[in-house]
């Protein structure tokens, strides 16, 4: 449970940075995804996914 709890509170960290760092540039991102077709957001999600995995993964391997 503490991991699930650690990686929650490492994306809420992540993503508060982009907010408060570049907010405009947040917007502009977002509306670069609104022009997007719905399978390329597919396929960009399910990378994030395999990605996110393998990051999982290599933290075990190195003795998280």
Known sequence: ???ILLAFGLVMIVE???YAL???LVERMLE???T???GALRQI???VVVTGLIC???AFQLGF
């Open 56 to 58: 999982v993964w290599g």
């Open 16 to 18: 508060g940075l982009a």
């Open 36 to 38: 997007l077709p719905e």
């Open 1 to 3: 449970m503490s991991v």
């Open 32 to 34: 670069a995804l609104r």
């Open 22 to 24: 570049a907010p405009s």
């Open 45 to 47: 999600g399910a990378l």
